[in-house]
């Protein structure tokens, strides 16, 4: 099935020299990427909408995932990025209207004053608890009406897990 949805451009990145690859694996990673990026923004607006039947309309699906990926622990913004949840100064920005909000607490550390640490209050943990019940009932359907079995999940999962590495790998050696 063809994608309607605009894709990254096939431009080799180093003009007049052919890609390592066949052209016919080439146009399938370019669509891999734009299939990332597309289930992102799906994903934002399943919470979105999910929220908006809730009439929960004081938080956007950002932050919900935010408080999803905090659960119990307790972490500061800069483990919120090295586990892969955020990037950029949104974090700081988002973590902020939460705190105002009243869905996180947050403490000076001890330690570190510069640092903060964050926990969920229990205004937090009803969002959280609502993202996590939006989840199950996705894969319970998604079981149940086969839409992909387990060990498609998984080799999904592995073949995402392995090109994460491969991104990584690649920003390493950048710097």
């Not at 734009?34 to 809730?54: G, P, Q, T, W, Y």
């Not at 307790?74 to 919120?80: F, H, M, R």
């Not at 586990?83 to 974090?91: I, K």
Request: hydrophobic content about 35%; aromatic content about 8%; glycine content about 8%.
């Amino acid at each position: 099935m063809a994608s309607t949805a605009p894709r990254l451009s096939p431009e080799t990145p180093d003009a007049g020299r052919e890609p390592a690859t066949d052209a016919g694996f080439y146009s399938e990673y370019l669509d891999f990427l734009s299939n990332v990026e597309r289930l992102h923004r799906l994903l934002l607006d399943v919470v979105k909408d999910e929220f908006e039947r809730l009439g929960q309309l004081d938080i956007n699906s950002v932050q919900a995932l935010l408080l999803f990926n905090v659960g119990d622990n307790e972490v500061t913004a800069g483990e919120l990025k090295s586990r892969g949840y955020y990037q950029g100064s949104n974090v700081s920005y988002n973590l902020k209207k939460l705190v105002e909000a009243g869905y996180l607490h947050h403490q000076r550390s001890e330690v570190d004053r510069r640092s903060v640490r964050i926990k969920l209050t229990d205004k937090g943990h009803v969002i959280r608890d609502a993202v996590a019940e939006l989840f199950e009932r996705h894969a319970q359907t998604v079981a149940e009406d086969e839409v992909l079995g387990a060990d498609g999940v998984r080799g999904m999962n592995e073949g995402m897990r392995r090109i994460e590495r491969f991104w990584m790998d690649r920003i390493r050696y950048i710097y």
